[in-house]
């Protein structure tokens, strides 16, 4: 069973500051079933809701100046939860043409399990063919490669669960270990996104007792275009811009300086 529920306010209609309770996930005490749900809620967030899609164009565009050809690729997804997103971006990197090696990460061994129990499933694109993923555990503020050895580092729904000291650690490590471009996604703390939140939870969640909660808690947990702006100033990339994606949607798109 997860662990206690923190109680969630009521829906807002001004801004409120950035929360830094720690959501049920946030322990890696949630397994079996239970984070299997979870995981797969967060996979439905960034298929339906934006989250690869914000993601995809990037990918496609990313061409090295004068390139005769599409090139290999490597990708480390940071926080990758199920492999969603990881198995996603790689798939239509191959479905373009380009081979692509995907690595994704996570702090937690459970959750690994759970992404290698999901396989190619978690995609959520049954009838494809889809690119395999090797999984690793690993600490995003601390990564376990060297510098400028892979390609392309991705992330979704991982950055809200830092501090802000830890979103600076990631973003350096981030820039450290790519070549060409580090994409990251989260989302958007905003009245509206909030109130959509609690909506999913009375309806589509209301039987997730994990994501009932971590669900609306991640939108108060998460970012102001603004703050993410902040927070990816000293971070050392040759060129950072942070943009919305629809909906409630922010988009950290960073070449390694």
């Known amino acids: ?22 959501e049920i996930l946030d322990g890696g005490e949630v397994t079996g079933p239970d984070l299997v749900r979870s995981l797969g809620a967060m996979a439905m967030v960034n298929r339906r809701l934006g989250g690869v899609r914000a993601l995809r164009g990037a990918l496609r565009e990313l061409r090295a100046p004068g390139e005769p050809r599409l090139e290999p ?34 702090l937690h061994q459970s959750v690994l399990e759970a992404a290698q ?15 395999p993923l090797r999984l690793v555990r690993a600490d995003g503020l601390h990564l376990p490669f060297a510098d400028g050895s892979v390609d ?6 991982t950055l ?17 270990v790519a070549r060409r471009r580090v994409l990251l996604t989260d989302l958007e703390r905003h009245p509206l996104h909030y109130a959509g939140a609690r909506l999913l939870s009375l309806t589509v969640w209301r039987r997730d007792p994990i994501t009932r909660i971590d669900g609306p808690l991640s939108v108060l947990r998460s970012f102001t275009r603004s703050e993410l702006e902040g927070l990816a100033e000293d971070a050392p ?20 300086g």
């Open 1 to 22: 069973m997860p662990p206690p529920s923190p109680s969630l306010p009521p829906v807002f209609r001004r801004l409120p500051r950035r929360e830094h309770h720690e």
């Open 73 to 106: 690729l490597t990708l480390l997804d940071v926080g990758t939860g199920n492999g969603n997103l990881a198995r996603a971006l790689a798939t239509t990197l191959r479905r373009g043409g380009r081979a692509v090696r995907a690595v994704g990460i996570d």
């Open 117 to 131: 129990a999901a396989g190619p499933d978690a995609e959520g694109d049954s009838g494809r063919e889809r690119a």
């Open 152 to 157: 392309v580092v991705t992330s979704s729904l």
């Open 160 to 176: 809200h669960h830092l501090t802000d000291g830890e979103v600076r650690a990631l973003l350096a490590e981030a820039a450290r």
């Open 237 to 256: 990339f040759r060129s950072v811009r942070i943009h919305r994606s629809f909906p409630f949607r922010l988009v950290l798109d960073g070449v390694p």
